[in-house]
């Protein structure tokens, strides 16, 4: 059983950054890609951003593009997500997620393991 633990969530003003990390526990196995989604209040979940687990193919949504990047080690098994310029519509749960097919993909469907998640609070 995968476990992943997000961290890096809080309050910041609009135009500020933020990076989160997401750990995956130690028995991890094969390649994988991780992603990072999030939902607002009252919204459905989003994908945002997901990284192939050669670091090499990485895909964003339109909203973050240019301002978020992901990355990651895996030798530490984690992800990042750096997140700059942040607007009042980022505020959400944001959620990592490893997908064990290794394959770059916005849908949620394909991913295995989630994060408990973590708060963004973008302040305007």
């Known amino acids: 059983q995968v476990q992943l633990a997000e961290s890096g969530g809080g309050l910041v003003q609009a135009g500020g950054s933020l990076r989160l990390s997401c750990a995956a526990s130690?028995?991890?196995?094969?390649?994988?890609?991780m992603g990072w989604f999030r939902q607002a209040p009252g919204k459905e979940r989003e994908f945002v951003a997901v990284?192939?687990?050669?670091?090499?193919?990485?895909y964003y949504a339109d909203s973050v593009k240019g301002r978020f990047t992901i990355s990651r080690d895996n030798a530490k098994n984690t992800v990042y997500l750096q997140m700059n310029s942040l607007k009042p519509e980022d505020t959400a749960v944001y959620y990592c997620?490893?997908?064990?097919?290794?394959?770059?993909?916005?849908?949620?469907?394909?991913?295995?393991?989630w994060g408990q998640g973590t708060q963004i609070t973008v302040s305007s």
């Open positions: 997620a490893l997908d064990q097919d290794d394959i770059t993909t916005s849908n949620y469907k394909a991913y295995e393991y």
């Open positions: 130690a028995r991890t196995f094969g390649r994988y890609s």
């Open positions: 990284i192939s687990w050669g670091g090499f193919g990485t």
